[in-house]
């Protein structure tokens, strides 16, 4: 073997070293070095976890408050540029929540009742997107996070980067007890309170920030779109 042959050997093996660590392709979108956090406040971010796994909940809201910021990389930690990143959720969720007429982003509705938003990343891999609804659902994998590259033409082909196992948002409940009215008010408030105080059990719907737990940091989480009279037709 060449001396130059040998040096291009060890740098087909330095590029393939992270795959063989991984066990993950390098053409396609990384659930183990893509990075998903969202914004649930002004300036408070929640980093998800960095392997593929449900993370607690996906936060919509009637105003596009909360952020979800993805980061696609490939499975040597190389960002992708100008991925095709989708929101998707489940037939459940879209019979479940109650979703604004005007959305930040583009969707559309997939086959067996899903619903899919979607944005392109920038040269950094990097993409925000907001969802504009209300309403809670918990089920298993309610609602995914997916990647693909540029040129994927539909999120059934794109990779699954995370998913969830609840959705919940600010938007709690509406008049006569329905369970949510793209309103983020006085009623919101009391069915906050009343499980913030404990005097309703504890509920997923108004655990903002997933922890198993409503406290004081469900509540600033609550107060951003309360302060703001969250709102949406
Ligand atoms: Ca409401
Ligand atoms: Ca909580």
């Known amino acids: 073997m060449s001396w130059r042959s040998l040096a291009l050997s060890t740098a087909v093996l330095a590029v393939l070293a992270p795959l063989a660590a991984s066990g993950e392709p390098l053409e396609v979108p990384s659930p183990v070095t893509s990075q998903v956090r969202l914004q649930i406040g002004p300036s408070s971010w929640v980093n998800e976890p960095t392997t593929l796994s449900h993370v607690p909940d996906?936060?919509?809201?009637?105003?596009p408050g909360f952020v979800i910021e993805v980061t696609v990389k490939n499975a040597a930690g190389s960002p992708?540029?100008?991925a095709k990143v989708y929101v998707v959720y489940s037939a459940a969720a879209v019979q479940a929540?109650?979703?604004?007429?005007?959305?930040?982003?583009?969707?559309?509705?997939?086959?067996?009742?899903?619903?899919?938003?979607?944005?392109?990343?920038?040269a950094s891999g990097v993409v925000e997107i907001r969802v504009n609804a209300g309403g809670c659902l918990q089920a298993p994998?309610?609602?995914?996070?997916?990647?693909?590259?540029?040129s994927g033409?539909?999120?059934n082909t794109a990779v699954v980067l995370r998913y969830y196992n609840a959705v919940n948002s600010p938007d709690m409940i509406g008049p006569g007890g329905i369970v949510c009215d793209r309103a983020v008010d006085l009623r919101d408030l009391a069915a906050y309170a009343a499980v913030h105080l404990g005097m309703s059990p504890y509920t997923v719907c108004a655990d903002?920030?997933?922890?198993?737990?409503?406290g004081l940091a469900d509540?600033?989480?609550?107060?951003?779109?309360?302060?703001?009279a969250a709102a949406c037709n």
Do not use: K
């Open 97 to 122: 929540l109650c979703w604004c007429s005007e959305q930040s982003h583009l969707w559309g509705d997939l086959s067996g009742g899903r619903r899919a938003f979607w944005a392109q990343a920038g």
């Open 80 to 82: 992708w540029p100008y």
């Open 153 to 155: 033409v539909s999120p």
């Open 208 to 214: 903002f920030n997933g922890d198993g737990a409503v």
């Open 58 to 63: 996906n936060l919509p809201a009637p105003d």
């Open 141 to 150: 994998a309610v609602c995914d996070i997916r990647a693909s590259d540029a």
């Open 219 to 228: 509540l600033q989480i609550y107060a951003v779109h309360h302060l703001r």
